[in-house]
């Protein structure tokens, strides 16, 4: 069973940057295929960006190209969204997700198998 645990949510500006971090344990995180999502009230959760096992392919939402930049660092079973540029738009509460397998980036969130509890984020216009 692995453990997801987000953090580095906040407020900032419109403007402004927020690095979020998901901490992996009980499981072999090097092996899973990792995600961000984001969930605004009333809306539907949605993609915003995935990576492979090793790092070696991403894959994003139209929304978070060229803004967002997902990383993982495998010695420290942690993967990263690091946010520049943040619009009031990108209000939320983001979610990182495991997948068991480590290929592939799917964008859909019954494709991922573990989920962390989310970390807010609310950008002030």
């Known amino acids: 069973q692995v453990q997801l645990v987000e953090s580095g949510g906040g407020l900032v500006q419109a403007g402004g940057s927020l690095r979020l971090s998901c901490a992996a344990s009980g499981g072999t995180f090097s092996r899973y295929g990792m995600g961000w999502f984001r969930q605004a009230p009333g809306k539907e959760r949605e993609f915003v960006a995935a990576?492979?096992?090793?790092?070696?392919?991403?894959s994003y939402a139209d929304s978070a190209k060229g803004r967002f930049t997902i990383s993982r660092d495998n010695a420290k079973n942690t993967v990263y969204l690091q946010m520049n540029s943040l619009k009031p738009e990108d209000t939320a509460v983001y979610y990182c997700?495991?997948?068991?397998?480590?290929?592939?980036?799917?964008?859909?969130?019954?494709?991922?198998?573990?989920w962390g509890q989310g970390t807010q984020v609310t950008v002030s216009s």
């Open positions: 990576i492979t096992w090793n790092g070696g392919r991403t």
């Open positions: 997700a495991a997948r068991s397998y480590g290929l592939g980036l799917p964008i859909v969130p019954h494709q991922y198998d573990y």
